[in-house]
């Protein structure tokens, strides 16, 4: 499994000039400059629209239907509408959203997503800043930008501690996802990332 940890563009700039020395136990391999700063660019601009799209169809589903609604939306239309964000990019550009504490059972990492999910809890608790972004080399190719997901407060609603979430959102939640590890977050928390896969040009 190999890494480069881009700290250009300001990216790592929250983490201290050391943010590169908190790599994968891995060998790193570094990516030729094009490629990262295309990663950069390009995961950068699918990860952000897709971060923007989600939170404004999941606030959208709070003010209509309330948390247990947003639970019912992210169940049925979250994964559709993140994929339709990407439909118009060049061919072998996949996204995902992934965490070590997993609701849908199909949002579960991979390898390669684990070893980025320990690299940013790591640097999180070494530093207590979370990094913006991380490019992985992941093979001949492909090549993965990772974008992470923070708690937001309005989040806490249906992934706030169990004892505080509403009746409704426990049971739906109970429903949909009896072996569910997404609860517990506060504000700020890291809840997870946005892995956008790219091509290798």
């Not at 199909?106 to 790591?122: C, G």
Request: glycine fraction near 10%; proline fraction near 6%; aromatic fraction near 4%.
């Amino acid at each position: 499994m190999r890494m480069l940890i881009t700290a250009g563009m300001g990216l790592l700039a929250a983490c201290g000039s050391d943010a590169g020395s908190r790599d994968t136990p891995d060998t790193a391999r570094l990516l030729a400059a094009e490629d990262s700063a295309y990663a950069v660019e390009q995961g950068g601009a699918i990860a952000g629209a897709i971060a923007t799209g989600l939170v404004q169809r999941l606030q959208a589903e709070l003010a209509t239907g309330g948390a247990a609604g947003a639970v019912d939306f992210c169940a049925r239309t979250a994964l559709t509408l993140t994929d339709s964000l990407v439909a118009d990019q060049p061919a072998g550009t996949a996204v995902r959203r992934t965490s070590t504490r997993i609701r849908n059972p199909s949002n579960a990492p991979d390898d390669l997503e684990s070893v980025a999910l320990a690299w940013f809890d790591s640097v999180h608790a070494a530093t207590g800043a979370i990094p913006q972004s991380l490019v992985q080399d992941a093979g001949p190719e492909e090549v993965r930008f990772y974008r992470p997901l923070v708690v937001q407060p309005f989040c806490t609603q249906c992934h706030g501690p169990v004892d505080e979430l509403a009746p409704g959102v426990q049971a739906i939640l109970e429903q949909r996802y009896p072996d569910d590890h997404a609860t517990g977050y506060r504000d700020g928390d890291l809840r997870g990332v946005i892995r956008v896969s790219l091509p290798r040009r």
